[in-house]
């Protein structure tokens, strides 16, 4: 099965937004100025099942841009934003549903240019997962997820993290008992890079440490 998916927006705007930045200040105003912004998206998707080995295979591939007008420091500037995404993957269900893996593979590649600017910015971020569950008996299941993240900052360093969730489910009758383990490598920073108009902006996200968590439920 494959779709296909796009988008192409003109916004026109009689405000432009223009920012002052001196060595100490930071100001932003919105100028009686016309103001032409495009934006475009293009997706394509596709899967396959192979019933033979009970397995879905996808892809799919985006495509975005973004091209708008701003001023800073008294001069009009053009930005473009070009982004290109790319995920694949697969979904097996094997041994009668008793074993089932997902793994998926991401990547995303953005570049910004400004008009008058000489450096135009590229980053590049890569995502890698593989879900998967068992059923070693009917009534008792177990899963781990994995992920693997390789994320470009201003600099371009990567910032690399393997977290990995786990569980185990036991069903019996009318109770349920599952216990779940968040952040099993114990990782205490996530740190994501994105682009705006002429900035880059980089977050730390302080995470949780381990964690244990057990549920008991009971069906009257």
């Known amino acids: 099965?494959?779709?296909?998916?796009?988008?192409?927006?003109?916004?026109?705007?009689?405000?432009?937004?223009?920012?002052?930045?001196?060595?100490?200040?930071?100001?932003?105003?919105?100028?009686?100025?016309?103001s032409t912004s495009?934006?475009?998206?293009?997706t394509v998707s596709g899967s396959k099942r192979v019933d033979a080995i009970s397995t879905t295979f996808n892809t799919s591939i985006g495509g975005a841009f973004l091209t708008g007008k701003s001023q800073r420091n008294?001069?009009?500037?053009?930005t473009r934003l070009n982004t290109v995404t790319i995920t694949t993957g697969?979904?097996?269900?094997?041994f009668a549903d008793r074993l089932v893996m997902?793994?998926?593979?991401?990547?995303d590649i953005s570049k910004r240019s400004v008009d008058n600017m000489a450096d135009k910015s590229t980053m590049r971020n890569?995502?890698?997962?593989?879900?998967?569950?068992?059923?070693?008996?009917?009534?008792?299941?177990?899963?781990?997820?994995?992920?693997?993240?390789?994320?470009?900052d201003a600099s371009g360093q990567?910032?690399?993290?393997?977290f990995v969730n786990g569980f185990a489910r036991l069903v019996k009758s009318r109770f349920e008992i599952e216990l779940q383990l968040h952040n099993i490598?114990?990782?205490?920073?996530?740190?994501?890079?994105?682009?705006?108009?002429?900035?880059?902006?980089?977050?730390?996200?302080?995470?949780?440490?381990i964690e244990g968590i057990v549920t008991v439920k009971y069906r009257f």
Do not use: C
């Not at 997902?102 to 990547?107: A, D, G, L, Q, T």
């Not at 890698?128 to 008996?137: D, E, H, K, R």
């Not at 490598?185 to 440490?209: A, E, H, I, K």
């Open 158 to 162: 990567y910032h690399r993290n393997l």
């Open 1 to 34: 099965m494959q779709t296909t998916s796009k988008r192409i927006d003109r916004d026109v705007n009689n405000r432009m937004s223009s920012t002052s930045i001196s060595d100490s200040d930071i100001t932003s105003t919105k100028l009686n100025r016309r």
């Open 102 to 107: 997902s793994p998926h593979f991401n990547v």
């Open 185 to 209: 490598t114990d990782r205490r920073l996530y740190s994501v890079t994105t682009f705006s108009t002429f900035d880059t902006y980089s977050y730390n996200v302080g995470l949780r440490p």
């Open 90 to 94: 697969i979904k097996s269900s094997l």
């Open 38 to 42: 495009r934006r475009g998206e293009l």
């Open 74 to 78: 008294a001069t009009t500037m053009t």
């Open 126 to 152: 890569y995502r890698l997962s593989a879900p998967i569950s068992a059923f070693p008996v009917p009534i008792f299941e177990i899963g781990v997820s994995p992920e693997y993240t390789a994320l470009q």
